[in-house]
């Protein structure tokens, strides 16, 4: 690399919306006053409908409407003077962020001759049956994962026997496999099926406690266990939100009182913090490294061997890429390059581990200070994170999307979903847009995995201008009426499950493609369940 490169990055890496954002005391500008103004617009809006009638968070319009604001309106007021710095024309971004929320209002507004109003919501009839019909679709769900996945290869494995290489296991069974009908009922299932069945057993166990069936109590707490279990399949520990929201819209709209309500709340939160906490402590502990997960034998038995020598490449510009400090690299790589070259068997070719040496040992404190981390500090920690992934992350990677367009030339049409089977040729804006600034933003973090996903609602603006912009609208528009339809026609008690749905998919929608939400993140799927639901319900009345 060059003088002038070196120079080029340095400056870049410079830039404040490449490096962690601070909240700092914005400048008195138009630009502030004006995004501002607009925020407080579509925040009061947001609160007094929801006021006025609850029930409005059955409308997916209005849900969109609401999170635009929480997670782009108020970064772009908090951070300001960094998008000012970052963008040639940071009123372009406001227009777009803005111009989608104050649009939606109106639409909103105008439409709420559609919004859900009902009284109080009662629990399903026939809980049972809607408990084991979940339960099944569950259990197939799991079932078709692993039929492409086995069991020693996923990120559950991993985490229970070998926890250093969860993130890698993680990758394995997620991108590097790639897109298919196991990874998208996984999908399905951790987004939708699995909260739905979790919302089920807590409510079953909690009928039948006071009426004394201590069979499906039992029931309830197994299955409620093993949805959680189902969902850290991958290894991925953030597939535990949509489960922790679908309890909260369980416990606050199936409560008869606020008493109720806060109790259930409370076990909601309880229940999903414990898992997370668990499985913090599992991945967190000493083991040795390599001895357990094969990495190697699993590249192989599912043909991902070019892929996976590239990603263990990749891992060597940085220590702890995936969590995995880089001299365990070496040791995987070599047995991946033994197997995939025939030079050996599975029992033949060197083990991907140091052996003798526990993952612990080799940690010092900056690196791995979790392990003496106090619980103060933890919940400091754990608290930032929740932070930052809705007020900044989400905000600044939009961002990079915008910096990306002002300084690259790009066909946009070959950005949106299924270009690839109409144009011939796709670009993967997330892959981009990651390895330009995620890589800075990271120090170095070069695994091809790696990827930049921003919410549809900027990409398609950022990629086609005022014309992506009119598409994202009209796809939120054409899915909210299908939403609306769908409510019109299911029994009031699964308002919950749809409101569940609703949420989950649109808080997708913040961070995802349009067309990914639906298909991949399993959005889709959601609401066939909940009409195939109401139908089962209607029928059995």
Known sequence: MDYQAINCMLSISNAPMLNPLTIELPSFTLFLVVNFILFLVVLIYCVLRFISNNLVISRFSFVITALICIFYQAPLVLFSNQLILALENPWIYAFYVNGAACILVFYTRASRSIDLKIGRIPIPDNFLLLYLSSVLIAFLSIYTYLIGIPWQC???????YDPWLTLLAREFGVKLIGSSLNTYSLGAYANTIAPIVALLSIWLMKASIAQRR????????????LAVAGVLISGTKGLLMPMLLMLLIGAYFWSGTWFARIINVALSLSFVAASLIGFELFKERRSFVGTNYDFAACSVGAGTCTKSLDMLDSMKHRDFSLGLPSVFVKPIENRLICLCNNEGT????????LSGIRAGGIIT??????FTDKLLIRSSTFAEAV???IFVVPFQVSVWYFMYT??????????LPFSRRILGESLNMPELVYQKYGVIYSQGDRTITSTAPTSFLLSYPASLGWVGFVLALVCIVMLDAVLAI???HIKPSLVPLLIGVVLIMSINFMTSDFVTVLISHGG???ILLVGISGFLLRKNK
């Open 387 to 389: 932070f930052n992934r």
């Open 486 to 488: 769908l409510t019109a």
């Open 406 to 415: 002002e300084t690259e030339t790009f066909n946009g049409w070959k950005t």
């Open 524 to 526: 889709a799927v959601g």
């Open 365 to 370: 404190d900056e690196a791995g200070g979790i």
């Open 346 to 353: 599975v029992e033949s070719c060197p083990k991907g581990a």
């Open 214 to 225: 201590f069979m499906w109590v039992i029931s309830g707490l197994i299955t409620g266990l």
């Open 154 to 160: 996923t990120g559950l494995y991993a985490l229970l």
